[in-house]
């Protein structure tokens, strides 16, 4: 868990440092102007989208994470340095995107193999605290880079913003060649016993043990994934909740409308993220506990919505600071999302991996669209932006309360079932499964 934690932060440091650059001449260097800036944010996702299901399905056929994910860590750390050097950000961007989209929904389908189902959120909310603590320590680094590294060598101080996170990558991604595991049954430093182990857990916990599951093709399972409404309908939610956290790759940007200069704005930017860290961690060990989801995916929705409020009804600069604190917590629902995503997959690793893949490939379409809902028009106050949040954030939340009836209505199902001595519905006819709501 830890190098895979490290490996998400540097993930998301690497993706959102140009929102950090971006305060200390970025557009002006590179010419920017009107939605130029909003392109360079989101042609990262549409590459990113591209690799989300070859990725998966790849990886599941290999089955090896322990060399395929740092080497596309490799390649991202390498384009990210290269960034400094190349004016075309726009293409940049693009293939950035390219390789690092197959990281998170791999390190879910990874986790997935290796943990129970009342153990996943907050291992998910272990991995996906790399958002929020790249979001408080990439703010720190990026203040120290921008003040300090200005002009030296010829170069402006973003430049070197790009340099040395890149660099950091590159060499994180040859570490975790030699500390990543595999899977439980082909990890190669697992004793006979910690492998029966690992796999007793799963099985005990309602994984399945037939072997026709075990032994499906990476077609079949993205056949099995797509034939099943439930993955498009957390696509969907998933796609209008990226849209209402679009607020979070301008966050910088939200932190200088109170008027400090960059270095101030961005070290402004940390708390925020901090306490939402621990926050997160918190509310995904509560819901691991009470093996509940949507409860408390929704209260965490609410409290970022109140954000969004009180940042329309106010330009007060402490009231303001006070909402940042308040939209820093959708990440805690963010992660208890995903924990529910994987419960509700189990059982069938090979339709898992396509349908974590499916939902968090095309839920970038959120990110690409949100990129232009912070308009330089709609400045300083954002009100559009922040309406758009609360209606999206809104429709999310009512879209997964959908799913959470549904679940519990299948759970009743499958127990009549198992009361009348027939097959139940559950994923591989698991005796004893009940989906987490």
Known sequence: MSIIVVIFTLNYIDRSNVSNARLQGFEQDLHLQGQQYATILSILFVGYIIMQVPANMFLYWSGKPSIFLPACMLVWGAISALTGFYAGAVLARFFLGFAEGPFYPGSLFLISQWYKRDELALRVALVSCGIPISNAFGSLIASGILQGMQGKLGQAAWRWLFYVEGSVTMFVAICAMFILPDFPHNTRWLTPEERALAISRLVEDGDSTKAELWNKTSIQGLWDAVSDWKVWWFTAAYIVQLLSQSFAAYFPTLSATMGYNTTVSLLLCAPPWVFSTIAAFTLSRYSDKKQKRYIYFAASNGVTALGFIISVCTMNTAARYFSLFLMAQVYAGYMVFWGWVNNTFAGEPAKRAVAVAIINGLGSIGNITGSYVWQPQWRPTYRYSYAICIATIS???????????????????????????????????????????
Do not use: C, Q, W
């Open 395 to 437: 429709v999310s939340t009512g879209m997964l309360g959908v799913m959470h009836l549904h679940l519990k209505r299948l759970n009743k199902h499958i127990a009549r079932e198992e009361r009348d001595g027939r097959d139940n519905e559950a994923p591989g006819g698991t005796v004893g499964f009940r989906y987490l709501v």
